[in-house]
């Protein structure tokens, strides 16, 4: 079942830039709007079609995730000042108040007689900083509420940076600090001893380049400026769609710079390979492949090298430079204080201002061309219309399940939540992650911090094979811990104090596996039977193996020796748990891949074919936003599209007004 089209114009590379999102807060819905006109085709049963007498129209918008929130607060904003039809933003949540923001999240575990950790269900990384300013700048302007200046802060979203962004740890206990900003702008908001604690670990990570490889650091810096071309023309060009060619002569200059060989198009480890000599380089370069699904290395079973699908192209080194560049405006890598609930919670706020409304704990398990329909935790099932629908639940989930090709009577017989996806697609990386709370402050590690295996070329390559092949040969990659991976650590209260108690710390480790099989039996289960029998994909002897190779690979750092003995709690999740809360398609919280098949032309697209043709004057419209869909996924992607998405719905509504005035 397809019922998202592929835009036949303009190329435009998604990317991931880590999890998105799903879920926001409660107001039961008490007006029931009447219908004007009826619809062709529309089944008896539904209550009503969209707009009431006076003119009012209802976007019904599925999902409460970062998508969903951003969407619903431009909507609201942009359609409140506007004369001759009220417009009601409507958004509908399976999940209860308490997990706003869906991927886009955190949870807290109180531990008696030590207190309370915070951990990260998502994101960790925030960049992009100026689209989170952008989105409440842009609605509090439209709705009159604040100075532009300050607009996030006054919503309570404070962002912080981290100085230096990451710490890449070797299997052979090498270590090396990354990402320092050169700006005054960071400088004014530091202390003189910070910036001469700073300038000293930048002035060791320079040594450590270059004792990795010859000239290292120079290398290291050339490459970062190319990848700093690829961004500024990629992210207006392509993902947001603003033409810019002021970018493009640097973007040719780095390309065809030395014979072409950092062409952005060839698969990434080649460019890499006419750059760096040592396999450590190489892993400090690519890392942030792992956040688009695919791996760095050429597969010479594939047409390409793999670009296609599972090796990364050579301009998704724009994510290294995004991350890492020390003078680009745009970079760097921040933290939320308070957590990623804190970005959910102040879009919550702003939602709420801007007069949107919501309902939790309301499963969606229909949509037709008059709207939603809703099932609650008491299983009561109940039709809610509207105008416009905008899916902000996962695409390859949505399609499968909740997405009708127009057939009316399954439509309306269907109300049984259920759990399936599209799996012709090629797939991110699932995650098995161990959420643990310590009673040590861990001061080896850093805010973020990438564990690699590089002690060889060999050694390297092989750390990918989670994402080499098909999904039957990644879930034969057992763990074990002899075998190379790479996995990333996040510790939170080293940016901000208040995750963990004084003298604790709240440890994220992410590791990468196979995703969720389907299993095309289990489509026509009850939801909770179907996940249940997902959940056993990754049964308890999986998750210790690659508990124990995690372990193996601390014991390599001074200070984590023994850490597990430091434990105080323990949360895991698999992709069945993923699959679980956030209903997402092969329980991978990063969505579709990137390889260039899924990209562009090939990629989904925000509007649904299979609803093109109801624009009449009253019927729903769909448009799909999800991570699997364009630009691409991750946080500010996704926040890219909600502007994109919001901008073709107050489009269309103005249609329907005007139409319906005259």
């Known amino acids: 079942m397809t019922c998202y089209k592929r835009r036949r114009h303009q190329v435009q590379l998604g990317l991931l830039f880590l999890f998105t999102p799903s879920v926001v807060a409660f107001h039961t819905i008490t007006s029931k709007p009447k219908p004007i006109l009826s619809i062709r085709g529309a089944s008896s049963s539904a209550e009503s079609t969209s707009a009431d007498i006076q003119g009012k129209r209802r976007v019904v918008i599925i999902g409460a995730g970062v998508g969903g929130l951003a969407s619903a607060a431009r909507i609201a904003a942009e359609t409140r000042k506007w004369e001759g039809g009220e417009v009601e933003v409507v958004v509908v949540e399976k999940n209860g108040r308490d997990m706003i923001g869906g991927r886009c999240g955190s949870f807290t575990v109180e531990v008696d007689g030590v207190g309370s950790f915070r951990h990260e269900r998502g994101p960790s990384l925030l960049l992009l900083k100026d689209e989170y300013e952008s989105l409440f700048a842009d609605c509090a302007s439209n709705i009159g509420t604040l100075d532009l200046p300050s607009a996030a802060e006054k919503y309570g979203l404070f962002m912080k940076q981290c100085i230096p962004a990451y710490q890449v740890v070797f299997n052979d206990g090498d270590k090396v600090d990354l990402g320092f900003p050169r700006s005054k702008c960071v400088g004014a908001t530091l202390s003189i001893d910070e910036v001469r604690k700073i300038q000293e670990q930048e002035q060791k990570s320079i040594q450590q380049l270059n004792s990795i490889e010859e000239n290292g650091f120079l290398k290291w810096q050339g490459y970062l400026d190319t990848c700093a071309a690829f961004l500024d023309c990629g992210l207006p060009n392509f993902i947001e769609e603003k033409l810019d060619l002021s970018t493009l002569p640097k973007f040719l200059i780095e390309s065809l710079k030395d014979n072409a060989s950092r062409w952005p198009l060839q698969p990434h480890s080649t460019m890499l390979s006419n750059l760096f000599s040592s396999p ?105 219309s509207a105008d416009l629908i905008i899916c902000n639940a996962d695409l390859p989930y949505s399609t499968q399940t909740m997405l009708s090709d127009g057939n009316e009577k399954q439509h309306h017989q269907s109300t049984i939540e259920r759990y399936d996806w599209d799996d012709k697609f090629d797939y991110s990386t699932g995650v098995i992650a161990f959420h643990w709370s310590v009673s040590k402050e861990m001061v080896a590690l850093n805010t973020h911090n990438v564990f690699m295996s590089a002690k060889s070329a060999d050694d390297a390559k092989n750390s990918w094979s989670v994402l080499r092949g098909g999904i039957e040969e990644q879930m034969t990659n057992v763990f074990s811990a002899d075998q190379p991976f790479n996995f990333y650590v996040q510790r939170a209260s080293k940016t901000d104090p208040t995750a963990a108690p004084p003298g604790c710390d709240a440890i994220m480790v992410l590791v990468p596996c196979a995703p969720l099989k389907r299993d095309i039996k289990l489509a026509s289960l009850p939801r909770d039977e179907a996940v249940s029998l997902y959940k056993q994909q990754f049964d308890d002897e999986v998750v210790s193996s690659v508990r124990e190779a995690v372990f193996e690979r601390f014991r390599v750092v001074e200070g984590l020796e023994d850490f597990r003995r430091y434990i105080v709690d323990e949360v895991i999740d698999t992709p069945g748990v993923y699959s679980d809360y956030y209903n997402l398609g092969a329980g991978v919280p990063f969505g579709l891949s990137h390889g260039l098949g899924q990209l562009s032309l090939t990629r989904p697209s925000v509007e649904c074919a299979s609803y093109d043709n109801v624009l009449y004057v009253g019927a729903s419209t769909i448009i799909v936003l999800t991570a699997s869909t364009k630009p691409g996924n991750g946080v500010p992607l996704v926040m890219i599209g909600a502007k994109a998405v919001a901008k073709m719905a107050a489009q269309r509504l103005k249609t329907k007004i005007v139409a319906g005035l005259q």
Do not use: W
């Open 280 to 384: 450590k380089m190489i892993a400090l370069a690519s890392f942030q492949d792992l956040y688009v699904g695919l791996e760095p290395y050429v597969n010479d079973k594939q047409i390409g090298g793999g670009v296609l699908r599972k090796t990364a192209p050579a301009v998704f080194g724009l994510l290294a430079a995004l991350e890492l560049h020390p003078t680009n405006p745009k970079c760097g890598v921040f933290a939320p204080i308070g957590g990623f609930r804190e970005v959910a919670e102040s879009m919550y706020r702003l939602c709420q201002d801007c007069g949107v409304k919501f309902e939790f704990d309301a499963s969606v398990t229909r949509v037709d061309r008059n709207g939603v329909y809703l099932k609650s935790t008491d299983e009561n099932t109940k039709f809610l």
